[in-house]
């Protein structure tokens, strides 16, 4: 009655528009239990049906006065039209500048808007499809800023330097972006960089899911009575599916070089495969399928290619590579640690073994182990929230510099066929599933 009423009608008459209609819809429909529930699916396939989208919100759509509920409404849309299978940016290519305004609207929520659980995981829906679309030159042409050289920005300081010593072209190119800055900054309007989407936009998501990721497994509880029985942990519905979506987004990133490019060093500087195998939704049985799916997230990190000129790197390679690492290492405990001084007069076949490696870092104490891995080795931020568990930074220093088996071993291992664990795993089952819908949110 709604789509007949206001926009369903004939074409020779005119559409009126009112921003009551799409709040209502958006609070009664799309935004059902008040963020906390997914939205009904069947409901949002009867609004695409009628061209809600097409009739009513794209065309009535304004960067400046449109509301929230309208901008989460056409993402809402657009999910939809992925899950069906239909072509979701069609109805953009007939004016591209809504298009490119749109999109920076929806950038700037995440800026100027606190968003609901399920809300997180549209938007985020919105943009692992996004970024799924390159082919498309109008989708491209936005999204492409946002995983660009200024990310490299949000490093930390030693990080940074030594990516640039590594990457020469980069360095003159970042050499080249600072003094054009210093320019910029003497014109009127100038933006700082660090106002500017290509620069936090990204970071701002790896924050948020950090958060999500701490808060998903609640504290265990106890019954109040006579006979108190102690629970165990238990996960939030909702955070739990926008973590498994949020690695999916970040190994969608990964496995494409135009956007792998700068995110996985910043991915490093973060240490997030590390967070994710320390979190504690990792260890849980509900939270196999998101294990499962660091593990994919830990495959496309370190996988053997050249994040700048996307060659293959073989074997031998790959060793040299290990080998220099290691000799690195050794030669600043030489310097620098005394207590490492039996790691620095070590085989690097010894080091590259993750249990001996382990050991030696045992006799250091908290404060020079964080010395270590942020200072030192620079291999994260010093000021980062976890960097004072010696768990964290003994993961982080063993991981950088334990040996891994490459592809080629990894495939060769691999049965033939299908085996027992493969064919009734209920995760990859329901993984394929979500895959097949386009979306996860029906299985709730």
Request: aromatic share 10%.
């Amino acid at each position: 009655m709604t789509a007949k009423k206001h926009w369903a009608v004939a074409e020779d008459k005119e559409v009126t528009f009112s921003s009551e209609v799409v709040e209502t819809i958006y609070k009664e429909e799309l935004c059902a239990g008040g963020g906390e529930k997914p939205a009904p699916i069947n409901r949002i396939a009867v609004l695409e049906i009628s061209q809600y989208l097409e009739r009513y919100l794209l065309p009535n759509f304004s960067a400046e006065e449109s509301s929230f509920a309208h901008t989460l409404s056409i993402i809402h849309m657009v999910n939809e039209k992925f899950r069906e299978g239909v072509p979701p940016w069609a109805c953009f290519h007939q004016n591209q500048d809504t298009f490119e305004s749109f999109f920076q609207k929806v950038v700037s929520l995440k800026k100027d808007h606190e968003f609901l659980p399920f809300e997180k995981i549209t938007y985020l829906h919105f943009f692992i499809h996004c970024f799924q679309s390159l082919e498309d030159e109008m989708v491209r042409k936005q999204v492409l800023p946002l995983v660009s050289l200024p990310l490299w920005r949000n490093l930390s300081l030693g990080h940074l330097q030594v990516e640039l010593k590594a990457n020469p072209q980069l360095e003159k190119h970042w050499r080249y972006l600072e003094r054009k800055e210093k320019k910029a900054a003497k014109q009127a309007g100038y933006t700082p960089p660090a106002e500017r989407a290509e620069t936090w936009f990204i970071p701002a998501l790896l924050a948020e899911f950090q958060q999500v990721l701490e808060n998903a497994v609640l504290e265990v509880q106890e019954e109040e009575g006579e006979e108190a029985e102690v629970q165990g942990p238990a996960v939030h519905d909702a955070s739990l599916l926008y973590c498994e979506r949020f690695l999916e987004f970040v190994i969608d990133l990964l496995s494409q070089l135009p956007t792998r490019r700068f995110v996985r060093t910043l991915l490093d500087d973060n240490a997030l495969v590390v967070k994710c195998r320390l979190s504690n939704l990792y260890q849980l049985s509900e939270g196999r399928l998101f294990g499962q799916l660091t593990d994919l997230f830990r495959y496309y990190q370190g996988f053997e290619i050249n994040d700048h000129s996307g060659s293959s790197l073989t074997d031998e390679e790959m060793q040299a590579s290990q080998s220099e690492r290691l000799q690195q290492l050794q030669r600043l405990a030489f310097k620098h640690v005394p207590k490492l001084i039996d790691l620095a007069l070590q085989t690097c076949g010894v080091l590259e073994k993750r249990g001996n490696l382990t050991k030696y870092l045992e006799v250091l104490d908290p404060e020079e182990l964080k010395l270590l891995a942020t200072r030192q080795l620079r291999l994260l931020s010093a000021e980062d929230p976890w960097a004072d568990r010696v768990d964290f930074l003994t993961e982080v220093v063993v991981s950088s510099y334990e040996k891994r088996r490459s592809q080629r071993q990894k495939v060769n291992e691999l049965p033939l066929y299908p085996t027992e664990d493969v064919l009734f795993d209920e995760n990859l089952a329901m993984r394929g599933v979500q895959m097949a819908a386009g979306s996860s949110l029906e299985h709730m």
